[in-house]
């Protein structure tokens, strides 16, 4: 006796309703509008046919305020697990067309049991958030429901990446769970972010604010920081999400996609010799440098538009994934600032987790100085670069251009700090700090009793430069692993990477460091 | 299964050379297509009005970016200047600081001259 036609017709209806999340007419409004719903977003992430989803039937239990009789398809938010690029990737997506993709119980539980799902599999996940909030008719389990997802954000942080797509609104505390994951992503329209928004700061404080102002894509890309990427839409935030992929690991116990080349080229790029100025005063686009040592030009920056005195990103080196720290001398000289440390401190740590080694390229004069710097606890947040960088194990090689003075340049992973390989330009500075202060210090008596004592200061500050501000200084002190031509940087970085890719280093068992914060 | 033709004293020799672990083939040096270049969109940062505590910079005021002395002047006013042409040049950290023209415009006034010490966020230059 074949199977009872009806009951596949049952399975079939309640597939497609699902599929329309229960309201064909708002999908084509979303349409109009140029958002894909929460299930194209998830579709258009997968090889097409990959997705496997969980919980499509999944159903509210609250009765509350009428909400027996309401039908919520999926709960509002669709899971599961797909294929990119043949990469098993775990997905969840909050529909707004289901009760404003608000937050209640089983919607949460789905979310909670996807994250335990992409733990065990040890696959990375990806979030799009579009939410009105929390489903107030469920009261304090609605509440349960994010404390519970922020719990899991926590347990898998350095287990799998976890990267967050802000596509609508995620007001309250709901912006807390992406704040908690590895990289955000938000698109520039349509999209907000904010713990109270422009309603309740003027309860609360008479200020009158927009969401532009406190809660867009581009106040967070630019001045909090809280965003790392800006995607024109849908489509190019889901590019950056298989973009950003495509350097990192399935989990904490893999390897990064290295796709090492199967011979090193170890040929010259003149291209570093006519980036670097003749005159130590005038700034470079460290950009340019970057773009000469990585393979293809293909430099994925992250938080390009905040805190650019310091430019991070990832790039392949010769085919071995590689994080890229450097100073942005375009930029307020190039100094370590409160916001830069932060910027840098928290890449160097997201790298360290997933094995990904570091290229750091120096050319700093030091940390910012300023009343708002001193006062805004500068020690702590440039303490937190010092930190990252000697908790940090995976391979470290560190590219000295430039200006390398006093603190700065030890925050810039010079060996003391754990560097594999240090290389310095012959233009390199490294010293404990530049030549006039040094002068003034060191000869101060000196200075004081000459008979023209300008002219002696300029005598002594040339001889400090000639003797100090050089890297043969730091090289006869062994503090360096070599003296380079700028040519030669690609081709030594690379040899220095194959070479170090084996690293492995243990530390005394601790829970966790103590980072300054 | 290779066809090689070896040569002897003048005396060539077809041979068929059969090879019974070949390993892996090399790896190519980027396997698939490249993948294609992604970026950030570029966003400028929305300015915060007077009314929300923002201080009172007008539209077209260019902000000092740090603290510092003045080196040159790269503009004069009533000069027209697209987006990202350098306005002026700032020392600070013995390095030299280029602030650019946040749009296209016309230089309406430079409100500091060369020596002169501004501090971050001073108004610079006003633009329309």
């Known amino acids: 006796m074949p199977i009872d036609e009806k009951l596949l017709h049952d399975l079939d209806e309640r597939r497609a309703n699902a599929l329309v999340s229960g309201a064909p007419a708002k999908v084509e409004e979303r349409h109009d509008k140029g958002l894909l719903t929460a299930r194209e977003r998830v579709d258009s992430l997968f090889q097409p046919g990959s997705f496997q989803e969980f919980g499509m039937f999944a159903e509210h239990q609250c009765t509350n305020f009428g909400m027996g009789e309401k039908k919520l398809p999926a709960d509002g938010?669709?899971?599961?697990?797909?294929?990119?690029?043949?990469?098993?990737?775990?997905?969840?997506?909050?529909?707004?067309?289901?009760a404003g993709g608000s937050l209640g119980r089983v919607h949460a539980q789905k979310i909670c049991d996807l994250m335990d799902y992409a733990q065990r599999a040890g696959v990375p996940v990806i979030a799009f958030n579009d939410s009105g909030g929390a489903r107030i008719q469920e009261g304090v389990l609605s509440l349960a429901g994010y404390g519970q997802v922020f719990f899991r954000n926590v347990l898998l942080s350095g287990v799998v990446p976890q990267i967050a797509v802000i596509a609508g609104p995620?007001?309250?505390g709901a912006a807390?769970?992406?704040?908690?994951m590895d990289f955000l992503i938000m698109t520039k329209t349509g999209a907000s972010m904010f713990i109270c928004g422009p309603e309740v700061i003027k309860a609360a404080t008479g200020q009158v604010t927009t969401i532009d102002e406190i809660g867009s894509a581009a106040a967070h890309a630019t001045v909090s920081g809280n965003v790392h990427f800006v995607a024109n839409d849908d489509g190019h935030a889901i590019e950056i999400v298989r973009k950003l992929l495509s350097f990192l690991p399935a989990n904490n116990l893999v390897d990064?996609?290295?796709?090492?080349?199967?011979?090193l080229d170890l040929s010259d790029v003149p291209a570093f010799e006519e980036i670097i100025p003749g005159d130590p005063k005038k700034p470079f686009d460290v950009h340019h440098v970057i773009e000469a040592l990585v393979d293809d030009a293909d430099f994925l920056e992250v938080h390009m538009e905040w805190a650019k005195s310091i430019v991070v990103g990832f790039a392949r080196i010769q085919g071995i994934v590689t994080g890229i720290v450097a100073n942005q001398p375009m930029v307020r000289s190039g100094t370590l600032d409160i916001d830069s440390s932060d910027k840098a401190a928290r890449f160097i740590r997201f790298c360290n987790l997933y094995s990904i080694p570091i290229v750091t390229l120096v050319d700093v004069p030091g940390f910012m100085p300023g009343v708002a710097q001193e006062r805004g606890g500068i020690i702590r947040h440039g303490a937190k670069m010092l930190f990252a960088y000697a908790a940090a194990t995976v391979p470290k090689i560190t590219v000295i251009m430039r200006k390398a003075y006093g603190g700065a340049y030890l925050a810039m992973c010079s060996r003391d700090l754990g560097a594999d390989m240090v290389f310095a330009w012959p233009t390199a500075e490294i010293a404990v700090m530049g030549?006039?202060?040094?002068?003034k210090i060191v000869f101060r008596r000196e200075i004081k009793d000459a008979a023209d004592p300008a002219k002696e200061e300029a005598a002594l500050v040339k001889k400090y430069r000639e003797e100090f501000s050089s890297p043969y200084q730091a090289a006869a002190n062994a503090q360096i692993t070599d003296v380079i031509r700028p040519a030669h940087t690609r081709?030594?970085?690379?040899?220095?990477?194959?070479?170090?890719?084996?690293?492995?280093?243990?530390?005394?068992?601790k829970k966790h460091g103590n980072i300054p914060m | 299964m290779k066809k090689l033709r070896v040569t002897v004293d003048g005396k060539a020799y077809d041979v068929l050379v059969e090879i019974?672990?070949?390993?892996?083939?090399?790896a190519p040096a980027n396997p698939g297509a490249h993948p294609a270049h992604v970026e950030s969109a570029h966003v400028s940062a929305p300015p915060v009005s007077a009314r929300s505590g923002g201080g009172t910079a007008a539209a077209g005021d260019v902000p000092s970016p740090l603290a510092g002395k003045v080196v040159s002047i790269d503009v004069r006013p009533g000069q027209s200047v697209e987006a990202g042409a350098q306005l002026l040049t700032l020392e600070?950290?013995?390095?030299?600081?280029?602030?650019?023209?946040?749009?296209?415009?016309t230089v309406k006034e430079t409100l500091v001259a060369p020596g002169d010490a501004v501090a971050e966020g001073q108004v610079l230059v006003r633009m329309s």
């Open chain 1, 176 to 180: 807390y769970s992406p704040a908690l």
């Open chain 1, 256 to 263: 990064p996609p290295h796709r090492p080349t199967p011979e």
């Open chain 2, 20 to 26: 019974l672990d070949e390993g892996a083939p090399p």
């Open chain 1, 170 to 172: 995620c007001a309250g």
């Open chain 2, 92 to 105: 600070a950290m013995k390095m030299n600081t280029y602030v650019f023209a946040p749009a296209a415009g």
């Open chain 1, 77 to 98: 938010v669709i899971t599961g697990v797909g294929l990119m690029e043949g990469r098993p990737v775990a997905a969840f997506s909050q529909d707004f067309l289901v």
């Open chain 1, 435 to 439: 030549a006039e202060g040094a002068v």
């Open chain 1, 491 to 509: 081709a030594a970085v690379a040899m220095a990477l194959r070479n170090t890719l084996s690293k492995r280093e243990t530390r005394p068992p």
